[in-house]
């Protein structure tokens, strides 16, 4: 036990128009390590298996137990949290990427902005301010909270958006997660009054058209949302929009 | 409302109609095809009979041009536009709705110069017109039977893969338990044209008339 190692292979480099360099680190295993322990202690440390110095591996997290989002990478080619990632489950050596679908910043750091503008872009929120009180909104039936409440779980960590084969820089398609989240916005009662802005936003260019149902995303969801449903369920809402829009002029 | 001014649904109406025209009229005349062709499986003199029927239908060429090429021409040309939007990754994530994006593409592209050369070779060299015996001399040659049975295999797939993606995409199967049960019907869909297909070859090759009894 004391002798046991860890080798972990990280693709580095200080800033995007630089070459990519390959690090390798040695690490002294320790019971329920997961990748973040293991980025710790290349920063208490950073020398890499050939003895060079090198510095410690930029990557983002917060949390710690996936409710954040923050620490997604590609671990062994998988997007994942690293939080979650716990090295007794991973082969070895253990290959961190960041991910490859969002400009990169530094390291693993990357910038995921896309996500929030796509969020403001299709509307994914519910305007309860107006120039008085409006009082209390509609119930919502426990029908409608039980669907919603696995949606409403998405922390925007961009998994989906990695492992789709449409979200390249050929498309501007927003992804498995925003669709999900306009999906949850316009079940809600209040937020039902502007569906329509939401699914307009979801035709335009990058919207939900441009899914090919690969179907991966669902498999890469660190909480288990189920994002294909999400998908189709707003396809549906879609059609249904754009044939009443096109025929009657308004939905 | 507010609603999208200036913004374009372009490319939203165009998806849509992709994935509608590989049913309606493409799927649809693809079941047209196979049946009118399995009166090679009654008689040759059956077949022709058919065939002459339908080589004389008023408003042919219009109804050729706006039913079935101009429906498989943007079918085929849109897809490979979409294909090129994508970037498959299914090495590394070899799942099994991963594998089927991946092989729509790659069938899609077998069935639409299949069908280049099926309607070059049967359709305009024949000038619109072939009989039974033409097509069971084509079959005498091993090659195109080949050709043939790769075509129909990966038409048969395409199409039953792609009312799964309909039913997906036009918010039809909307449950993972609706998408499992329209994954079902399209495995159903692609053995039932891929049978009858290779059916309608055997036939041609082997003189075969399997329904002759009922003349």
Not at chain 1, 53 to 76: F, H
Not at chain 2, 136 to 144: E, L, Q, R, S
Request: hydrophobic letters at 40%; charged letters at 20%; a positive charge.
């Amino acid at each position: 036990m004391p002798d046991k190692k860890i080798i972990v292979r990280v693709k580095r480099r200080q800033r995007p128009d630089e070459p990519v360099r390959w690090e390798e680190f040695e690490l002294r295993y320790r019971p329920h390590m997961n990748v973040i322990t293991c980025l710790r202690d290349i920063a208490e440390r950073p020398i890499t298996r050939d003895g060079r110095e090198s510095s410690p591996v930029s990557y983002e997290a917060n949390c710690l137990e996936e409710v954040c989002g923050a620490c997604a990478m590609l671990i062994n080619g998988q997007p994942r949290q690293a939080c979650s990632a716990l090295v007794d489950n991973l082969e070895q050596p253990i290959r961190l990427e960041p991910l490859s679908k969002f400009p990169l910043v530094r390291d693993l750091v990357v910038d995921r902005s896309k996500m929030f503008e796509d969020l403001k872009r299709t509307h994914c929120w519910i305007p309860i301010d107006g120039t008085y009180d409006l009082g209390e909104g509609p119930r919502m039936s426990p029908a409608t909270q039980e669907t919603g409440y696995p949606l409403a779980r998405c922390i925007s960590c961009g998994n989906c958006l990695e492992i789709c084969p449409k979200v390249n820089e050929h498309t501007q398609f927003v992804g498995a997660a925003i669709v999900s989240q306009v999906r949850l916005f316009n079940m809600h009662p209040t937020g039902k009054l502007h569906a329509g802005e939401r699914l307009d936003a979801l035709m335009g260019p990058g919207g939900i058209q441009d899914c090919d149902n690969s179907q991966n995303c669902v498999k890469v969801c660190p909480k288990g949302i189920p994002l294909t449903e999400s998908i189709a369920a707003v396809n549906g809402q879609v059609i249904r929009h754009a044939l009443k829009t096109w025929f009657t002029g308004r939905d | 409302m507010a609603s999208a001014v200036g913004v374009t649904r372009t490319s939203f109406f165009l998806d849509k109609l992709q994935s509608l025209s590989g049913i309606v009229p493409i799927g649809a005349y693809l079941a047209e095809h196979f049946f009118e062709n399995s009166y090679a499986l009654v008689s040759p003199g059956k077949y022709n009979y058919i065939a002459s029927k339908l080589e004389t239908v008023p408003w042919r060429l219009p109804i050729e041009f706006l039913l079935i090429w101009l429906p498989i021409l943007f079918h085929g040309c849109y897809g490979i536009y979409i294909w090129w939007n994508g970037k498959a990754n299914v090495i590394g994530h070899p799942w099994m709705a991963n594998w089927l994006y991946v092989l729509q593409r790659w069938t899609g592209i077998i069935v639409f110069a299949f069908i280049g050369y099926h309607v070059w070779t049967v359709r305009f060299l024949s000038h619109g017109k072939t009989t039974y015996t033409d097509i069971a001399h084509y079959m005498a040659n091993p090659w195109i039977v080949a050709i043939y049975a790769i075509g129909i295999l990966a038409a048969s797939f395409h199409l039953g893969n792609g009312v799964w993606n309909f039913a997906c995409k036009w918010g039809f199967a909307v449950t993972p338990e609706s998408q499992r049960a329209a994954g079902w019907f399209g495995a159903l869909v692609a053995v039932v044209f891929a049978v009858i297909g290779l059916a309608i070859i055997a036939g041609f090759r082997f003189h075969w008339t399997p329904f002759d009894t009922y003349l």
